[in-house]
Each structure stands twice: as C-alpha cells, then as structure tokens.
C-alpha cells in the first residue's frame, strides 16, 4: 500500500527524549520529513497499515494522517 | 407580564455537502476538471448510472461528488475533503457554490399559530415583554458607521489603532500565509525578512493573501494618495510562506511554519488560513498542544474563525480548524457598522470552538503583489492581521504582556457589542492608547 503522509506528536518536547522518540518512530517505519523540537513534531511518510503501530509507542501522543488548507481565488466577491 | 410564545422555526440543517450550479454552456468535462482543481478528484456522472437507481448517498460514499450534467448541478462531499465553499465559488466555470441543506414539510399551520400567539403576546404587554425592544435600542445606540477616508482605513479607526501612540516596534509578528511580495513598495525599504516553508519555492508571494494581511498588520504609516491600513507600522514582519502560489498547504508546512516563528522570537503568530469544522467536531489535538507550547514559549497565535457562514440564507457554520483549538484566538469578522459579517463563522462548538474576538474583516484595504498594488478583500483572513497588530502594540507598551498575559489583555481591552458572544466574543479589538 502506498505511504500516506502524517503528523506525529511527541510529548513532553525536550530535545534529548524528542530525538531518542523520534528514533523509535522511523524504526517503526517513518520516513521522517520534518521534525521540529520545540513544538514536539515529527512530520514524514509511513504505510497505512504501521500508523496504529507508532501511536503505541511510549512518547507519541497522537498521530494523524496530514490535511490541506486552502484559499479560495483572492477576489472581492469571495470571503478570504 | 404574560409569558411570551416563542414560535418554533426550524433552522437549516446542513448535510455537509457543497451544491454547485454552474455557468450555462458548461461542458459535462469541464465540470469535472473544474471541481478537480479544488481537490474533489472523484467525479461520478449520471450517465455512469443510466441502468441503475441514482441514488447521491450512495454515489457520495464512493466518489467525491456527482455531476447532474443535464441540469448543470454537481453535488460535492465536504467531510473529509477540506474543499470549501468560497474556493468552489472561486471556479471560473461556477455559477454559484452553497451549502446543501436537509429540507423538510414544513407545518405551516403550526408555524402560523405560533407566529399569532406571539403576536397577541405584543398587542398585550407591548414590545418591552417580547424582549425585541431593548435590543434594538442597543443597536441603535451603536450603530457607529466607519468608512475609509485619507487618512486611515475603516478598520483603523473602528480599533482605535490610528489614534494609538505605539507603533509595534521591537515585536515580531509572523505571518504564514502565501508569502510575501518583496517588490512592493510599501515593503521595500522596510527590510522586512520572507523565509519559505515550501521545499524548492520561493518566499515571494505571487498568490497575494499573504501580502494583504501582512500589510494590515504592519503596513506603512503613510502611503502616496492612499490611506493608512497598517495596525503596527513599526512591528517586524517575518513572512512565513507555508501555502503555496494556489493558495494550498499542508499540515506539515504550517507547523514548520509556527516552529520556525517560535525559534524566531516572534511574540505574535497571525494565521489567516483554516479548513471548514462540523458541529460536534472536537479541537484537533496537534493544533492545540502546538498552540499551548507556542504560549509557553510567550508565543500568541490568533487564527481566522472561518467564512462558511451563510447569515442571509440563516446558515451559520461553526469555527473552523485550527481556531477551533482552545488555545489559538479565534476572530470573527464585523463590517462597517459593526454588526457581523454574512460569512463569519459562530462559536456552536464547545470546547475550544468558541469566537474570542472580532475585528474588522469587510471591504479592507491592503497591499497586494504590483501592478495592482492595493485591493479590497473581505474575511475572517482579513480581520486576523488587525487582531496580530494590535497584540504588538500591546506587546510594545509592556514586556510582561506575552503569551497567555497577551491573550488577556487583548480580551480585557475589547470593546463590548450588541452582538451575541456566539459570534463576536468579547467584541471588537482595540488598540491601546
């Protein structure tokens, strides 16, 4: 199955047990993107079928697959 | 005083569906590949179920929306998709882009009695016992209306920012959004920094959103034959792009795009950009952990409430992600006369979903990439930045006044409205003076 990308959060942030979590992540299977210590975030892409694995892992408190946010046309008539 | 019927009306009830009409001419594939091109890929057709029973909800399950070619309407799936209704709007092919709604039969013989019973509930005690009446009087009584003139915009003057002392300078205000022009002359000698969050693009904004609302934070004081629209004219500015030249980021680009202005120092975060909530929905809790270690780290981040709103069709939509999040302010957008603007978003979520604040967010002036270098753009997006501005000026007036301290201060410093805190929070932001 193709990887989909996701959004992990890491808790409590703190650049030593950030980095040794994040290695546990990418050994589970991400493939790490992103990763951005002081707010506890590790971004990348992972297989759909490991996701519920990392969310097992003591450290990670939440990952979810990446969204999109969009503008609309920049004109008057629609609301920005 | 005699007890007064309300009569029940029924609310619109929305499905989470986009009903999209387009221009007449338009080609069954030109349909398609227009709502293609605001992310709903999967595209079914009547013609794909001439032998079998149509049926939306089923098709709606599979695909991202059908195309009635025939009668050129398509039926788009919002949930799940992050398409909205003003990029639907924005298609070149589309006529017109609203909420779809559940409709029911009416009673209207139940409907009526109730209207009659209310009625005589008026003739008998007089406006006073129905309630309507001190309303309107509030309403009347602030019933302020600001316009544009040579010296400042509407939205200056409204937030008192242009009667302020203080200018924002020695605050750093990050702004994520498209990026920002850096030939435009209001910028140019301001040495203003633009860092892009985008692998492989560049930090100019060539979309113009991100421009508009930097020069509503912090434009220029003075500006050759054309009013002043910046809050805090002295603030530094980091542009942050973290939607690309279409308008369109990722998760992933806005939190590189926070962690870097948290690394920067910046004391404000202004992000106008959202993705449209349900009722019911919860805070996502990536945002809000984010936004809380943003404030530890004496970090504010104010984001747009949203613009799914419908008012004049009765259709208000809840605050949208990331304002949702307990710990971003969430701002709604008021109009020149300070009452709320059609599209704004209402605080119908618990939790985190509610509005915080108001700004300013109909017909604003601001800078846009040249030639055109100025436009007027209304929106949530819009009254965003006045809300970052005013937090650096704050800021300015006092170290102590950061993180959650700043948040305070901006509500303590509201103005209150005749409005329902549903929709405006504490009211309209002012500037200190």
């Known amino acids: 199955m193709k ?6 959060l890491i808790t409590p942030p703190g650049r030593e047990s950030f980095s040794s979590v994040q290695q546990r992540v990418e050994a589970a299977g991400l493939q790490t993107e992103r990763s951005m210590p002081t707010i506890g975030v590790v971004t990348g892409t992972i297989s759909p079928a490991r996701i519920s694995e990392i969310r097992k892992i003591d450290g990670v408190s939440a990952v979810e697959q990446e969204g999109v946010m969009a503008h609309p046309p920049l004109r008057e008539g629609i609301p920005q | 005083m005699a007890e007064t019927v309300q009569p029940y009306i029924p609310g619109p009830i929305p499905t989470g569906n986009i009903l999209v009409v387009f221009k007449p001419g338009t080609k069954h594939n030109e349909m398609a590949k227009s709502l293609g091109r605001v992310g709903s890929k999967r595209i079914a057709s009547r013609a794909e179920f001439a032998n079998a029973m149509f049926s939306v909800e089923a098709i709606l399950a599979e695909a991202d929306g059908a195309v009635f070619d025939r009668i050129g309407v398509a039926v788009i799936r919002q949930e799940g998709s992050g398409v909205g209704v003003n990029a639907v709007r924005g298609l ?12 029911f039969a009416y009673d209207w013989e139940a409907r009526r009695r109730a209207w009659l019973r209310e009625g005589l509930a008026l003739l008998a005690d007089g406006p006073a016992a129905s309630g309507l009446l001190p309303l309107l009087t509030e309403q009347a009584v602030a019933a302020a209306s600001f316009a544009d003139d040579g010296e400042s915009t509407w939205g200056l003057k409204a937030t008192r920012a242009v009667h302020s002392g203080l200018t924002g300078k020695g605050i750093r205000i990050a702004v994520l959004d498209t990026g920002l022009a850096h030939e435009h002359p209001d910028f140019a000698c301001r040495g203003m920094i633009a860092k892009s969050m985008i692998t492989g693009v560049s930090a100019n904004d060539v979309q113009g959103h991100g421009t508009h609302c930097i020069g509503t934070a912090a434009g220029p004081t003075a500006t050759i034959g054309r009013p002043r629209f ?9 542009s942050y792009k973290v939607l690309g030249d279409d308008g369109r980021g990722t998760d992933g680009q806005i939190l590189a795009g926070i962690e870097q202005a948290i690394v920067d120092r910046c004391s404000v975060i202004s992000m106008s950009l959202g993705r449209p909530a349900r009722l019911g929905d919860r805070p996502n809790a990536i945002y809000e952990t984010v936004a809380q270690r943003a404030l530890d780290n004496d970090c504010l981040i104010i984001a747009a409430a949203g613009n799914e709103s419908q008012r004049e069709l009765g259709y208000v939509a809840p605050v949208g992600y990331p304002a949702n999040s307990p710990s971003i302010m969430a701002v ?3 109009d020149p006369l300070l009452q709320i603007a059609s599209f704004s978003c209402g605080g119908l979520n618990s939790g ?3 509005v915080n604040i108001a700004a300013p967010g109909v017909h604003i002036l601001s800078a846009v990439p040249m030639p055109q270098r100025t436009k007027r753009l209304s929106g949530t997006s819009m009254a965003t930045p006045h809300v970052a501005g005013i937090a650096a000026l704050l800021a300015q007036k006092s170290k102590t006044l950061r993180g959650r301290k700043l948040w305070d201060a901006l509500i303590a410093g509201a103005r209150p409205l005749p409005l329902p805190a549903q929709d405006v929070g504490a009211g309209l932001v002012q500037a200190p003076v």
């Not at chain 1, 990887?3 to 992990?8: I, L, Q, R, S, Y």
């Not at chain 2, 070149?92 to 409709?103: G, H, K, R, S, T």
């Open chain 1, 3 to 8: 990887d989909v990308p996701v959004t992990v």
């Open chain 2, 92 to 103: 070149d092919e589309v006529a017109e882009a609203i909420p779809e709604f559940l409709v």
């Open chain 2, 230 to 238: 910046g809050v805090a004219p002295e603030a530094e500015v980091i």
């Open chain 2, 332 to 334: 709604a957008a008021v």
């Open chain 2, 352 to 354: 985190g979903g509610e």
